[in-house]
């Protein structure tokens, strides 16, 4: 078996240290990289950049709405026009930084409030789904699991790889848990382990109310601003590795 651990980086922003880039750079094997929309400054994301590609790890464009004071987790009723220039403008300045870190975007996944807003409303994907057919339709979206917006790229011609989350816990439907509930953002590495090792065998997971969720994902990701994060997406590989899973980007598999 064999699956992908992603993590949300390049996030700091000037003085304001967000997560443990080079920490978490070590263990996962894809990186999304913020964008600047939502976080993230140039020079810090070329450093990440390049310590994505000194350890191998495939980088991803963390695309989001324009939104640094809301961290990018406020819904955004954006205009079509504005919201596809947005992703374009997005994915063009990281695809620059990362060439000159000596890599290249490789795929997109979308961030916070668009992210959960594009797994269902069909004409914000539509939006998205343009943007990156616009720039490269070589490029793979990483969408939430069991979401409508897997159909919709694939209907277009973009790859897709469907993604669980570590950290997050999850409601009966399979959506995520909103982080204004109590709960939704999850810190036991143990726990965590056990929850991603059953997901990865059985294709279930464990929902806020008890009841199981079956869920099939490509690619599980630990969000980087986590305090517990590194702790996390150590615990996570270590426990899939010591059952035999093989930790590989979805982009190396595919190559």
Not at 28 to 47: E, T, Y
Not at 84 to 111: C, E, F, M, N, W
Request: negative net charge.
């Amino acid at each position: 078996m064999k699956m992908d651990l992603n993590s949300d980086l390049g996030e700091s922003l000037g003085a304001w240290r967000m997560g443990d880039d080079a920490a978490m750079l070590s263990i996962v094997s894809s990186a999304n990289v913020a964008c600047g929309f939502h976080a993230g400054d140039p020079a810090g994301i070329l450093r990440t950049l390049r310590q994505a590609h000194a350890n191998g790890v495939v980088v991803g464009a963390h695309v989001a709405y324009r939104d640094l004071v809301g961290f990018g987790r406020r819904n955004m009723d954006v205009a079509s026009a504005d919201l596809i220039a947005d992703v374009i403008y997005q994915i063009g300045a990281l695809k620059g930084l990362a060439a000159a870190a000596g890599t290249s975007v490789r795929y997109v996944k979308p961030h916070g409030a668009l992210y959960n807003t594009i797994a269902h409303d069909a004409r914000q994907a539509n939006d998205v789904i343009t943007a990156i057919r616009e720039v490269d339709p070589r490029l793979t979206l990483v969408a939430l699991a069991g979401s409508p917006l897997l159909g919709w790229a694939q209907a277009q011609g973009l790859r897709v790889v469907a993604e669980a989350f570590a950290d997050r816990a999850y409601t009966p439907a399979g959506a995520l848990v909103s982080r204004r509930e109590q709960g939704a953002v999850l810190h036991d590495a143990d726990l965590i382990a056990e929850r991603m090792l059953r997901l990865v065998c059985d294709g279930v997971i464990e929902a806020i109310d008890g009841s199981r969720v079956s869920i099939q994902a490509d690619s599980i990701c630990v969000h980087g601003d986590n305090p517990d994060a590194v702790a996390i997406a150590r615990q996570v590989r270590a426990r899939l590795t010591q059952a035999g899973v093989v930790i590989e980007s979805f982009e190396v598999a595919a190559a």
